[in-house]
């Protein structure tokens, strides 16, 4: 492996195809004969539902509606739990979870066939603070006794008897949203039966490997019946590692023996695939006179949504990046993944990283105020440097630049003269 890409002006080996209107993406994909698929989604967030498609059935040009008894082999997929169903039995958790799957001969009459389906709710009660979600006594939005996926705990030192001992404290909550990934290209995908029958899907994906299993699990057949065919894809930011349309396409394509496709609208796709997981976060840090960090205390309280998919991975990362670059010796990290009727939340760039410095570096700057020091003079204290322990114990020996950084930032900002004292001057 070559690495000597760092600081070269490179072309994208996708770029020129892309930037001049070649590329093909899955909606620009036709087949001859190929029909149109329309999801069904739940507008309730957590409801027992009934439907009846006998009128949607009769319009003309519907050639198929597929629900629950329709999946051939597993009604579930998920990343790291099953938790997700392909289309959903008699329970939805969350606003847009599928529930049926028109296959037409045209999208307007599967949008006309998607009105025609009738849906009776049974609602229950819908749980959207993760903290009331976290419970003994909550709801259930899975089968269990609790909504808590993982729990992740980090301990270093003496917290107790450390926080004793420091000069000045702050402690503050903050919480931080949901996000979207707002790629620029909606889902959207096609698939056909070829002549030995492999089924075909055509998708933007970020996992076509575990898409294949995924699709073959729901279908019941061998991985190696099932192709996954990545065109180009316009965006994904994490939030193509979820399946979302891959096994209808693939059921309605084996199912019919014809080409379907499907494509999402903005508004679907915002309600289709995961989010960036909001986090409540605690904390309490304390510091010396001297402008030492002696000590951190957080909990993190993750919204997972409705469905579980890199829940563990995330809130484990937002625990592990909870004390951010700084040398703290007594820590003490809960970090928690919480069900709720929520979107489900999922991969997005930072996995975890990018929600925590919003709380631990307004600490330093509080922390800084307090101690009447610049937050330039604050940071480089308590930095990590080459030989720093960090708080899960790992030792930093090679390439710790922070301080470089940090500098360079002081060079062209001018921190510690705007800043003089703690407080803006």
């Given at each position: 492996?070559?690495?000597?890409?760092?600081?070269?002006?490179?072309?994208?080996?996708?770029?020129?195809?892309?930037?001049?209107?070649?590329?093909?993406?899955?909606?620009?994909?036709?087949?001859?004969?190929?029909?149109?698929?329309?999801?069904?989604?739940?507008?309730?967030?957590?409801?027992?539902?009934?439907?009846?498609?006998?009128?949607?059935?009769?319009?003309?040009?519907?050639?198929?509606?597929?629900?629950?008894?329709?999946?051939?082999?597993?009604?579930?997929?998920?990343?790291?739990?099953?938790?997700?169903?392909?289309?959903?039995?008699?329970?939805?958790?969350?606003?847009?979870?599928?529930?049926?799957?028109?296959?037409?001969?045209?999208?307007?009459?599967?949008?006309?066939?998607?009105?025609?389906?009738?849906?009776?709710?049974?609602?229950?009660?819908?749980?959207?603070?993760?903290?009331?979600?976290?419970?003994?006594?909550?709801?259930?939005?899975?089968?269990?006794?609790?909504?808590?996926?993982?729990?992740?705990?980090?301990?270093?030192?003496?917290?107790?008897?450390?926080?004793?001992?420091?000069?000045?404290?702050?402690?503050?909550?903050?919480?931080?949203?949901?996000?979207?990934?707002?790629?620029?290209?909606?889902?959207?995908?096609?698939?056909?039966?070829?002549?030995?029958?492999?089924?075909?899907?055509?998708?933007?994906?970020?996992?076509?490997?575990?898409?294949?299993?995924?699709?073959?699990?729901?279908?019941?057949?061998?991985?190696?019946?099932?192709?996954?065919?990545?065109?180009?894809?316009?965006?994904?930011?994490?939030?193509?590692?979820?399946?979302?349309?891959?096994?209808?396409?693939?059921?309605?394509?084996?199912?019919?023996?014809?080409?379907?496709?499907?494509?999402?609208?903005?508004?679907?796709?915002?309600?289709?695939?995961?989010?960036?997981?909001?986090?409540?976060?605690?904390?309490?840090?304390?510091?010396?006179?001297?402008?030492?960090?002696?000590?951190?205390?957080?909990?993190?309280?993750?919204?997972?949504?409705?469905?579980?998919?890199?829940?563990?991975?995330?809130?484990?990362?937002?625990?592990?990046?909870?004390?951010?670059?700084?040398?703290?010796?007594?820590v003490k990290v809960d970090s928690y993944s919480i069900y709720t009727n929520n979107p489900f939340?999922?991969?997005?760039?930072?996995?975890?990283?990018?929600?925590?410095?919003?709380?631990?570096?307004?600490?330093?700057?509080?922390?800084?105020?307090?101690?009447?020091?610049?937050?330039?003079?604050?940071?480089?204290?308590?930095?990590?440097?080459?030989?720093?322990?960090?708080?899960?114990?790992?030792?930093?020996?090679?390439?710790?630049?922070?301080?470089?950084?940090?500098?360079?930032?002081?060079?062209?900002?001018?921190?510690?003269?705007?800043?003089?004292?703690?407080?803006?001057?």
């Amino acid at each position: 492996m070559k690495l000597d890409v760092v600081g070269r002006s490179l072309i994208r080996v996708d770029g020129l195809s892309k930037v001049t209107g070649k590329a093909i993406y899955p909606q620009d994909i036709y087949m001859e004969g190929m029909l149109y698929g329309k999801t069904l989604r739940s507008t309730k967030p957590h409801a027992y539902f009934k439907l009846d498609i006998t009128e949607a059935l009769k319009i003309d040009g519907v050639v198929k509606i597929l629900t629950a008894e329709d999946v051939p082999g597993h009604n579930s997929h998920g990343v790291l739990f099953k938790d997700h169903e392909v289309l959903c039995n008699k329970k939805v958790r969350r606003v847009g979870d599928p529930m049926a799957f028109v296959v037409a001969e045209s999208e307007k009459i599967g949008d006309e066939a998607l009105k025609a389906i009738k849906v009776e709710y049974e609602e229950l009660e819908a749980l959207f603070d993760p903290s009331e979600a976290m419970k003994e006594t909550a709801p259930q939005i899975h089968e269990g006794n609790s909504n808590i996926v993982y729990h992740y705990k980090l301990r270093k030192g003496n917290i107790e008897e450390a926080f004793k001992e420091c000069h000045v404290l702050v402690e503050n909550e903050y919480f931080v949203p949901m996000v979207d990934h707002a790629f620029l290209q909606p889902e959207a995908g096609i698939a056909y039966m070829e002549e030995d029958g492999t089924v075909v899907v055509a998708v933007a994906t970020q996992y076509p490997h575990f898409d294949q299993i995924e699709v073959a699990e729901a279908l019941g057949i061998p991985t190696e019946r099932i192709k996954i065919i990545n065109p180009a894809v316009g965006g994904a930011f994490g939030g193509r590692e979820d399946i979302t349309m891959q096994i209808h396409l693939a059921m309605a394509a084996k199912i019919t023996g014809k080409p379907v496709k499907a494509i999402y609208s903005r508004e679907e796709s915002f309600e289709a695939h995961s989010k960036r997981h909001s986090v409540k976060m605690k904390y309490k840090t304390g510091a010396t006179k001297e402008g030492k960090l002696l000590a951190m205390e957080a909990t993190l309280i993750g919204d997972t949504g409705a469905y579980a998919s890199w829940a563990i991975n995330v809130m484990r990362k937002s625990g592990v990046h909870a004390t951010g670059p700084y040398e703290i010796p007594n820590v003490k990290v809960d970090s928690y993944s919480i069900y709720t009727n929520n979107p489900f939340a999922g991969a997005m760039r930072g996995f975890g990283a990018a929600q925590v410095p919003i709380a631990y570096e307004q600490q330093m700057d509080m922390l800084a105020e307090k101690l009447n020091i610049d937050p330039v003079t604050f940071r480089l204290k308590n930095i990590f440097r080459v030989g720093s322990e960090t708080a899960t114990g790992q030792l930093l020996d090679e390439s710790v630049p922070l301080d470089r950084c940090i500098e360079e930032v002081e060079k062209n900002m001018n921190f510690i003269e705007r800043f003089k004292g703690g407080v803006a001057q």
